[in-house]
């Protein structure tokens, strides 16, 4: 797949430039379009990231300036001169060194550090049909062992209302700050062939009409060599719609299918599809299962985020459930999100707050979630859960603030209580052993002529992993990304 990847990249300095997508590296750039979100002005579902500019750009133009309060319209420029940046006809090119005392153990919505030190150079393209990001990182002492990385890269084209792209681009599904159950993040991105939809209009006939804007993301990726089934295929999709312009509705599913002595014909895709993967349905009953032809492992669920119906704006509610099985064609053997955010303005700053809940351990007993008796590497790559950042049987809450000056300025502040692998025994990434703790986080990021400057401290407790990966209870860390 690496191969694939580096031959589309340099076929794409041939051809022109599609419009590119927001990432999940900037949190604070999420906080402003949620608040534009909530206050009606973008109407596209934005809980599926990477997230395409196009039908964001299409509702800020639609919107007036003339009626929007002295708060909302800082927020509405700073978006606004964004997206003309991101989808500006010229190639631009960016270097960006961070570096730490330490690796990023655990990793939110907007962290970008990884390693302990990395330098990253990146050319992005985009035009009316093309987009491509060939972005190169040289990491130093990566716990995965792989210094030179393309992650973050793509070539992308539209077709009719689809993007179709190639690349190794981080996913995010869910309403979720904290963490996604399902598609966070956390792992390091998985090289994929993905298909998303790009405008976000509802349907045209009566019949579906009622869903109004909604969006559809598919991608197939590789995981690693290095696994108990090397090779095995990543298989995701989502589905988003608004029926209310207060209401996004997710349905998520992800499946490792494949790999190295496992079936990959037509007739196992199709099962896996349909969710015939249970042992007691299949020929091989669920004697042999390493052996059998039971089709995949796969997770599936559903979130929200509602903008409570009050009329002064209080917040919104948002939730995720996701199941490690299936019972009578609906996901079983749950786990599940839930939290609560708000925007409000203190002086010259839009604020974001958010208080987010998520237990990862199974409603059918601990060492469930995220295992499998075939995948026995687990939904993990490369060292790193696929889904929560917290890995399985974790209960997690967490407050967090992110705070955006008028002048550019940009802060966050985050507190957490982690009960780490509760149950203490199994399999986990992270700990072998159940451990609790809480944890400071500050980030602080400031726009200079020189380019973007940050610096970030993350302080626990405890030192929190059993396998040698942190030496202290803080990691502090510096950024600096500018215009070449």
């Known amino acids: 797949m690496k191969k694939t990847l580096i031959t589309l990249l340099l076929l794409s300095a041939s051809i022109s430039k599609a ?208 696994r108990f089934i090397p090779h095995a295929k990543l298989l995701g999709m989502s589905v988003t719609f608004k029926p209310f312009e207060s209401l996004e509705i997710g349905l998520r599913r992800t499946a490792q299918w494949g790999g190295e002595g496992r079936p990959e014909s037509l007739s196992s895709l199709v099962d896996l599809v349909i969710g015939r993967t249970n042992c007691d349905e299949i020929d091989d009953g669920c004697g042999d299962r390493l052996n059998s032809n039971e089709a995949g492992n796969q997770l599936a669920g559903i979130d929200f985020d509602w903008r409570l119906p009050t009329k002064s704006y209080i917040g919104s509610v948002y939730g995720q459930l996701i199941g490690e099985d299936e019972a009578g064609y609906a996901p079983s053997r749950k786990f599940y999100q839930l939290g609560y955010s708000a925007n409000f303005y203190i002086s010259d700053f839009a604020v974001t707050g958010y208080l987010e809940y998520g237990d990862t351990e199974n409603e059918y007993g601990p060492n469930v979630t995220y295992e499998h008796s075939i995948y026995q590497t687990g939904y993990r790559t490369e060292l790193k859960s696929i889904g929560s950042t917290y890995d399985n049987d974790t209960q997690s809450l967490a407050l967090g603030f992110l705070a955006t000056h008028k002048n550019g300025d940009r802060y966050k502040l985050r507190f957490a209580k982690v009960d780490l692998n509760s149950d203490g025994t199994g399999t986990h990434i992270i700990n072998e052993a159940a451990i609790s703790f809480n944890q400071i986080e500050l980030k602080y990021q400031h726009p200079t002529r020189y380019g973007l400057l940050g610096i970030e401290l993350d302080v626990k407790d405890k030192l929190i992993d059993s396998y040698g990966y942190q030496q202290d209870k803080y990691n502090i860390g510096i950024s600096w990304t500018m215009e070449l």
Request: glycine content about 6%; overall charge negative.
């Open 19 to 226: 419009e590119p997508w927001l990432d999940t590296r900037d949190v604070w750039l999420r906080a402003d379009i949620e608040v534009l979100a909530n206050e009606g002005i973008i109407k596209t579902p934005i809980t599926t990231w990477p997230l395409p500019w196009a039908p964001i750009i299409k509702d800020l133009e639609a919107a007036s300036r003339a009626d929007l309060d002295d708060n909302i319209l800082p927020v509405f420029l700073r978006v606004k001169r964004k997206a003309r940046l991101e989808t500006d006809s010229e190639t631009y090119k960016r270097l960006s060194l961070k570096a730490g005392n330490q690796s990023k153990l655990l990793r939110h919505f907007g962290d970008d550090r990884r390693e302990k030190a990395e330098v990253s150079s990146r050319l992005t393209g985009v035009s009316k049909n093309f987009a491509w990001n060939i972005e190169a990182t040289k990491a130093f002492d990566p716990l995965d062992g792989e210094e030179e990385r393309l992650d973050h890269s793509y070539v992308a084209t539209i077709w009719g209302n689809w993007i179709i792209s190639a690349g190794s681009q981080e996913r995010w599904y869910g309403p979720g700050w904290d963490s996604s159950l399902i598609l966070s993040n956390n792992a390091r991105p998985v090289p994929a062939i993905s298909l998303q939809r790009n405008y976000s209009d509802p349907f045209e006939t009566p019949w579906l009409s009622w869903i109004g804007p909604w969006s559809l993301n598919a991608f197939a990726g590789q995981l690693e060599s290095d």
